[in-house]
């Protein structure tokens, strides 16, 4: 895991470019790179600057990269989990690697196969690779959206880098919010791809890569990854979902596969030289990679999780009983409060506004995790790939009761159940009921494109604009074949089962396709390499998302349970473990913290009153002032969230000196 920086130029590099620039670019990704600092210009016309955090072949591996000879060259973030396979390949066909490091599979790669090393790689990655004898340049990130790349234009030229505080330090970016960015932020609270907070400047899609030839100094984004996984041609039989599928139990042919795929996945991700540890959270992801890395580790391993004082979301007694179990050494913070300082962090950590306050956790996790070991494997990604969240139980079953109803009462049903959600709901539990109701009267596309929205707050907004904009260009590359239902003759019903698998996938593919980049990943990268750890994450492991893809959904989630494989296979590794416990994730309590310690806020908002107008079109002031009195429309989960997103926006513009909005954005050009 490492901090990479390039900087093209097809006429040639400025001075600074070669030396003083370059530099202080690299070197604002100290953090991610503490081990080793190096640069290489490349025929005078592109730079390639590299931080290292050293984790296999310790004193080797340096960076740029080479091929066969000097004609390609290459800075790599991330790991090649299936690196010793592709070595193997490309030693039989005569190529000789200097290392023993995985990133120089992938010059060596390039000079073998081209760009269809890409479509090879597996792992978490970015890389900015150049090819001398062509002139060009190829960058890439990896399928799930691990790794980040962002990048912007200058005159004349191309910037790229691992985090945007590097691209900030060049005199040519300008400090100009994107309006489509921060409306979509009020949305989402986090900027999607392929935005930041900046306008003109962007994040390298999930499966894309960038190209950029000398002679054209133009770039050209391009998708090698399908943007959503083909349907299943040859799947296992599984028993039909039941509403309550807790005691029902999967073929064991199938949990067979499973633990083969997952035990797979863990073991190419516990190679390094470096000590490996885990983020233990107490939950069923989490657990059962420790289980695992038990079984396949004779050395000590160390666990480490948060405990927070809310009974309702603390899994830390769980987390100790597992560690106990299993026989870990385990490490246990207690985080509860969220002081108006802490505020500030967000976005001088992500340089941009982001209101996800549990980063604050994974970076005090990470800084502990530090004192012990370099590597840390974790469970982000198994509710996206195994179906976890209460949302796809939801869509199950909406799709169920769409299928019951007539068609013109489940429509009506969903009309009222949107009117009534933009009046507010009183309650937790009416908004979740008016939800249900909603996603009834909808088609899978268009439940799809609400569950990338967020049906609260600030509709009529630009904000609501924008985001309907993005699902629709989005719904329209990934849904493919999980539209095909969507035109049907009025009055035509496809089977019950053809139903769900429609609405699940689509919803499975929306959130893998932007919240776990855009938000958990994000999250998760910038906190952990602030304190210099790589974090692993592999649930995400390529072949084990191909696995879980091939898999009819009802093997995943029923209207009364989700995540039913990895529940049923974690109770056949660790009998009597969490496998059937409720799910529980750890978030701060934002709507209480604010109406206690309002003041700070009501001041912060006040000072920036009229910036946060010009940047967000909103009225923060009067937001908060609403929340506090108890408006029903304030009254969802996220209105709180909301408030923090834009306090966030507050604190960044202030930190980059940002007072102006532009709305240039290209949305239809931008999504690849």
């Known amino acids: 895991m490492c901090g990479i920086v390039s900087i093209v130029r097809p006429a040639g590099l400025r001075d600074a470019e070669r030396g003083s620039l370059l530099t202080a670019m690299r070197d604002a990704l100290a953090h991610r790179g503490p081990d080793d600092a190096t640069a290489e210009i490349v025929d005078g016309w592109a730079a390639l600057a590299f931080r290292r955090l050293s984790i296999i072949d310790l004193e080797g591996a340096r960076q740029p990269l080479h091929g066969e000879t000097d004609d390609v060259l290459c800075v790599f973030n991330g790991e090649i989990y299936n690196f010793q396979d592709l070595r193997a390949r490309l030693e039989a066909l005569g190529h000789r690697f200097t290392t023993r490091g995985d990133g120089e599979v992938i010059t060596h790669g390039y000079e073998q196969w081209g760009d269809a090393i890409l479509d090879r790689l597996e792992?978490?990655?970015?890389?900015?690779?150049?090819?001398?004898?062509?002139?060009?340049?190829?960058?890439?990130?990896?399928?799930?959206?691990?790794?980040?790349?962002?990048?912007?234009?200058?005159?004349?030229?191309?910037?790229?880098?691992?985090?945007?505080?590097?691209?900030?330090?060049?005199?040519?970016?300008?400090?100009?919010?994107?309006?489509?960015?921060?409306?979509?932020?009020?949305?989402?609270?986090?900027?999607?791809?392929?935005?930041?907070?900046?306008?003109?400047?962007?994040?390298?899609?999930?499966?894309?890569?960038?190209?950029?030839?000398?002679?054209?100094?133009?770039?050209?984004?391009?998708?090698?990854?399908?943007?959503?996984?083909?349907?299943?041609?040859?799947?296992?039989?599984?028993?039909?979902?039941?509403?309550?599928?807790?005691?029902?139990?999967?073929?064991?042919?199938?949990?067979?596969?499973?633990?083969?795929?997952?035990?797979?996945?863990?073991?190419?991700?516990?190679?390094?030289?470096?000590?490996?540890?885990?983020?233990?959270?107490?939950?069923?992801?989490?657990?059962?990679?420790?289980?695992?890395?038990?079984?396949?580790?004779?050395?000590?391993?160390?666990?480490?999780?948060?405990?927070?004082?809310?009974?309702?979301?603390?899994?830390?007694?769980?987390?100790?009983?597992?560690?106990?179990?299993?026989?870990?050494?385990?490490?246990?913070?207690?985080?509860?409060?969220?002081?108006?300082?802490?505020?500030?962090?967000?976005?001088?950590?992500?340089?941009?506004?982001?209101?996800?306050?549990?980063?604050?956790?994974?970076?005090?996790?990470?800084?502990?995790?530090?004192?012990?070991?370099?590597?840390?494997?974790?469970?982000?990604?198994?509710?996206?790939?195994?179906?976890?969240?209460?949302?796809?139980?939801?869509?199950?079953?909406?799709?169920?009761?769409?299928?019951?109803?007539?068609?013109?009462?489940?429509?009506?049903?969903?009309?009222?159940?949107?009117?009534?959600?933009?009046?507010?709901?009183?309650?937790e539990h009416t908004r979740r009921a008016l939800r249900l109701a909603a996603l009834v009267g909808m088609d899978a596309p268009a439940a799809h494109r609400s569950l990338l929205s967020t049906l609260a707050w600030c509709e009529g907004a630009p904000a609501l604009a924008a985001t309907e904009r993005l699902s629709e260009l989005v719904a329209a590359r990934a849904a493919g074949p999980l539209a095909a239902g969507a035109h049907a003759a009025p009055g035509a019903r496809s089977p019950l089962s053809a139903t769900l698998t429609e609405a699940l996938r689509a919803a499975l593919v929306a959130d893998r396709l932007e919240r776990l980049p855009g938000a958990m990943l994000t999250k998760v990268d910038i906190a952990s390499m602030s304190a210099s750890i790589e974090v692993r994450v592999p649930l995400l492991d390529d072949a084990l998302v191909r696995f879980a893809d091939a898999l009819p959904v009802s093997a995943l989630v029923s209207p009364g349970r989700g995540k039913l494989l990895t529940r049923r296979l974690l109770e056949r590794l660790l009998p009597g473990g969490p496998a059937w416990h409720k799910k529980r994730g750890f978030a701060l309590p934002i709507d209480a913290w604010i109406r206690s310690a309002h003041a700070p806020l009501e001041a912060l908002f006040h000072a920036h009153r009229r910036v946060l107008r010009d940047l967000t079109r909103v009225d923060a002031t009067a937001a908060l002032d609403d929340l506090l009195r108890g408006s029903p429309r304030y009254s969802a989960p996220t209105a709180g969230m909301r408030l923090l997103w834009l306090a966030t926006v507050a604190l960044w513009s202030d930190r980059h000196r940002v007072t102006q909005r532009s709305d240039s954005a290209d949305l239809d050009a931008l999504v690849v």
């Open 123 to 427: 792992g978490m990655f970015s890389f900015v690779l150049v090819d001398r004898r062509r002139a060009r340049i190829l960058a890439a990130r990896d399928r799930a959206g691990i790794k980040p790349l962002f990048w912007t234009e200058i005159p004349g030229g191309l910037l790229l880098a691992s985090e945007l505080k590097a691209l900030l330090l060049h005199p040519e970016v300008r400090r100009v919010a994107s309006g489509p960015g921060l409306d979509l932020g009020l949305v989402r609270m986090h900027v999607p791809w392929p935005l930041t907070a900046f306008d003109g400047v962007y994040r390298l899609p999930p499966g894309a890569a960038l190209s950029f030839d000398r002679a054209s100094a133009a770039p050209l984004v391009r998708r090698f990854a399908p943007i959503a996984p083909a349907a299943p041609q040859r799947a296992p039989s599984v028993p039909p979902p039941a509403l309550d599928a807790s005691a029902s139990s999967a073929p064991p042919d199938l949990l067979d596969r499973a633990e083969h795929e997952v035990h797979r996945a863990v073991a190419r991700q516990m190679v390094a030289d470096v000590p490996v540890g885990a983020f233990l959270s107490g939950g069923i992801d989490s657990t059962l990679l420790v289980t695992l890395m038990r079984r396949l580790s004779g050395e000590p391993l160390h666990t480490f999780s948060i405990g927070v004082d809310r009974a309702d979301d603390d899994e830390s007694e769980v987390a100790r009983d597992t560690a106990s179990r299993l026989g870990t050494i385990h490490h246990e913070l207690r985080l509860d409060t969220l002081a108006f300082e802490d505020l500030a962090e967000l976005p001088a950590l992500y340089d941009e506004p982001f209101a996800e306050t549990s980063a604050l956790g994974v970076r005090a996790l990470s800084r502990a995790a530090r004192e012990h070991v370099k590597v840390v494997l974790t469970g982000d990604g198994g509710d996206e790939v195994f179906g976890g969240y209460d949302t796809y139980r939801m869509v199950a079953a909406s799709a169920l009761a769409r299928r019951a109803l007539p068609r013109s009462l489940a429509d009506r049903l969903g009309k009222a159940a949107l009117t009534a959600l933009g009046r507010g709901a009183p309650d």
